[in-house]
Nanobody
Framework: QVQLVESGGGLVQAGGSLRLSCAAS????????VGWFRQAPGKERDIVAA????????SYVDSVKGRFTISRDNAKNTVYLQLNNLNPEDTAVYYC??????????????????WGQGTQVTVSS
């Protein structure tokens, strides 16, 4: 089993910043990539960004390009999501998830194997 624990969420004013962390643990941790998703009330869970463990290849949804940055620390088995210039539309529960598959859409949550419990990000106007 793999355990993922997110942290770093909170309440911030529009224009502010937060840094989310996703710490992975468990035996036989072997992941191709990690993705950050978010889910607002009444909406589907959507991909925000993803990164491969080995090469650090990144992918972002258009709405966060230039504002969010995904990175990883392989030694710590931790992936980060830096959120800058936040706006109220970014309010959601943010989840990290790992996948072993190297094929398929970055944004398909069905291709991810393990999920964290989520961390709430609330942006006030």
């Amino acid at each position: 089993q793999v355990q993922l624990v997110e942290s770093g969420g909170g309440l911030v004013q529009a224009g502010g910043s937060l840094r989310l962390s996703c710490a992975a643990s468990g035996r036989s941790f072997n992941s191709y990539a990690v993705g950050w998703f978010r889910q607002a009330p009444g909406k589907e869970r959507d991909i925000v960004a993803a990164i491969t463990w080995s090469g650090g290849v990144t992918s972002y949804v258009d709405s966060v390009k230039g504002r969010f940055t995904i990175s990883r620390d392989n030694a710590k088995n931790t992936v980060y999501l830096q959120l800058n210039n936040l706006n109220p539309e970014d309010t959601a529960v943010y989840y990290c998830a790992t996948r072993q598959r190297s094929w398929g859409s970055w944004g398909d949550p069905r291709l991810y194997d393990y999920w964290g419990q989520g961390t709430q990000v609330t942006v006030s106007s």
